[in-house]
């Protein structure tokens, strides 16, 4: 996507041919700065850190985290520790198993010389993957947009709803529950986008929003317990939302407070839709409740960060400073609420079956 202009890309090399530069999402939307990472150390701190975040990105930035690793040390002591810690990052989002898994696998066979090399080939290759995934995925999610526009008893723009951030910064490119969105406005289609702020990192009120007027489209951010208020009065007509875990049987495991949206949709008949590249599927699993829930730091909670009017950001605590804070960083939305799945082969039902009919090499 483009930001004044010039296209980026979340992640890419840099111009050295080894280490990566990645968009700081920490710093966004008041400031644009490129990270460097040159080890496996600053590869790790970057997705724990969130620097990078979005699980297609997580994933992918672990794949160039092993190929930053390997430099280091491509023995296979080496290669068993780069695995092990950038597992330990981020524990909900099945990407970064998916990439590595890939990985290890790729270079199992590879000699020592040469797993540099391969590790460097593949993240790429998965890098351009999920490009193409993200960008069949919204113009898949385009259709329902048609279909939906065609049915509307007024005419008017269409009003979208969204959590977290799942657009371009949460992949490699184009997004996943933005990217129907931003395929729309490339047809000529009249939207209006709902920011749930998603405390307590702000992603839409900081990325989401970022990124909608970046492309100039219309938005407006919203509290988070707003969304089912404006769906009762009719203010809503379609949810998107991204997943960092989807389940075999329809399960979606995605940033706290989509499950709420989601109950809030039904109730409304408002359409609730996952758009999701098929690598954040865990085929290994059928029980939504049986993903493990990344469990934060407090201070995430109890504090915030800002612009403040002098121009500087600067960091506040919101509550009393002997109040503990939880801080768990999904929920799962169940199955049957989901109205529909959107991936990269097509829309399905939230179900074992319906999954297996866009991926039936995956039946047993």
């Known amino acids: 996507m483009k930001i004044d202009g010039k296209p980026y890309r979340t992640i890419w090399l840099a111009e050295d041919g080894w280490s990566v530069e990645i968009i700081d999402q920490t710093l966004l939307p008041h400031d644009f700065k490129i990270a460097r990472l040159t080890g496996l150390a600053e590869a790790c701190h970057a997705i724990k850190a969130m620097q990078v975040r979005g699980a297609p990105l997580i994933g992918v930035a672990a794949a160039y985290g092993m190929a930053l690793a390997l430099r280091e040390n491509a023995s296979d002591d080496g290669l068993a520790n780069a695995a092990t810690s950038l597992m330990a990052t981020r524990p ?64 008017g723009r269409l009003n979208i709803l969204t959590h977290c951030n799942a657009g371009w910064l949460a992949t490699v490119d184009w997004g996943t529950a933005l990217s129907p969105i931003f395929a729309a406005q490339k047809a000529g289609i009249d939207v209006h986008v709902w920011v749930d702020e998603t405390r307590p990192r702000n992603q839409g009120a900081s990325l989401t929003a970022w990124e909608l007027a970046s492309a100039g489209i219309d938005h407006t951010v919203i509290v988070d317990n707003a969304g089912g208020h404006l769906m009762q009065h009719g203010q809503v007509d379609l949810c998107f939302v991204g997943t960092d875990r989807t389940t075999a049987s329809g399960d979606v495991a995605n940033k706290i407070g989509t499950y709420l949206k989601a109950l809030a949709a039904h109730d409304n008949n408002v359409p609730f839709y996952v758009c999701l590249p098929s690598p954040t599927i865990d085929w290994t699993l059928s029980d939504g409740f049986k993903i493990p829930i990344e469990q934060r730091a407090q201070s995430e909670v109890t504090h915030i960060s800002g612009l403040t009017e002098a121009g500087t950001i600067e960091t506040i605590r919101l509550t009393p400073a002997k109040s503990p804070a939880a801080n768990p960083a999904f929920d799962v939305t169940p199955a049957r609420l989901v109205t529909g ?16 009919g866009l991926f039936p090499e995956r039946r047993p």
Do not use: F
Not at 341 to 351: I, K, M, N, Y
């Open 341 to 356: 799945l959107v991936t990269e082969r097509g829309v399905c039902a939230a179900s074992a079956e319906g999954l297996l």
């Open 92 to 155: 909900t989002a099945v990407n970064l198993r998916w990439a590595i898994e890939r990985l290890m696998k790729a270079l199992s066979g590879v000699s020592t010389g040469d797993r540099v090399a391969t590790a460097y080939a593949l993240a790429a290759e998965m890098a351009d993957e999920d490009v193409r995934l993200n960008q069949a995925m919204g113009a898949h999610g385009l259709k329902l947009i048609e279909a939906l526009v065609k049915t509307k008893t007024a005419p």
